[in-house]
């Protein structure tokens, strides 16, 4: 089966830095993907990560493990802004993308 | 260059119904997706149509259906709507179908809103 987790619920300080942990066991892996969705709005793309290592944009960084089917979004220098709900999702080539249930992140003041 | 539309953007409707939904990809893109979004379940994936042929189905029951326009234009239908059927039902647009070894990037729609009482 697919199996995709992630922590349900986080708070983070505005200024500070956070990571979102995920955890997959898939049928395949073609790639790993991170999007943010706010309230009410479309899930908008973050990064991919298809290789292991770190990959970084911006204030935004992605990493992941494929022999520990595992990945984490690293958020820096947080803005009141980036509270939404951030998806992980594999593809793996059966089905486009396999969602984990998202994590909903605080930022307070 | 136009994004996902999606319409109607919000719609109820009374259990035993029937409903359809529309979605335009973004110009160029061929494959069409479309997941279902509840606060339990998170995002699943219902179907993925790719040059009007369904290529890949989700594990939901035969109510739910779709299909495909020579212009890539997608429409989703439910029949015999139930409550647990309320959700937001979200397209998703990308320029090339994953093939094993490959994977793409999903653009998505605003999606509908569907309530159903």
């Known amino acids: 089966g697919q199996n995709i987790d992630q922590p349900t619920e986080m708070t983070a300080t505005e200024g500070a830095i956070v990571q979102i942990n995920c955890t997959y066991q898939t049928s395949g892996f073609n790639g790993l993907f991170w999007y943010q969705q706010h309230a009410g709005e479309a899930p908008t793309f973050l990064s991919y990560?298809?290789?292991?290592g770190l990959e970084e944009k911006g204030r935004f960084s992605s990493f992941l493990s494929r022999s520990k089917g595992y990945s984490y979004l690293l958020l820096k220098e947080l803005q009141m802004k980036d509270s939404a709900s951030y998806l992980c999702?594999?593809?793996?080539?059966?089905?486009?993308?396999?969602f984990g249930k998202g994590t909903r992140l605080s930022v307070i003041a | 260059k136009a994004g996902v539309t999606q319409t109607p953007r919000y719609l109820i409707k009374t259990r035993g119904q029937q409903v359809t939904l529309s979605c335009s990809p973004i110009s160029g893109h061929r494959s069409v997706s479309w997941y279902q979004q509840t606060p339990g379940q998170g995002l699943q994936f219902l179907f993925e149509y790719f040059s009007e042929t369904q290529r890949n189905k989700g594990n939901f029951p035969g109510r739910f259906s779709g299909r495909q326009f020579s212009n890539s234009r997608s429409e989703m239908n439910v029949s015999t709507l139930e409550l647990g059927d309320s959700a937001l039902y979200l397209c998703?647009?990308?320029?090339?179908?994953?093939?094993?070894?490959?994977?793409?990037?999903?653009?998505f729609g605003p999606g509908t809103r569907l309530t159903v009482t």
């Open positions: 998703a647009s990308s320029p090339r179908r994953g093939l094993a070894g490959s994977s793409y990037e999903q653009y």
């Open positions: 999702a594999v593809s793996t080539g059966n089905t486009p993308l396999v």
């Open positions: 990560n298809v290789l292991d």
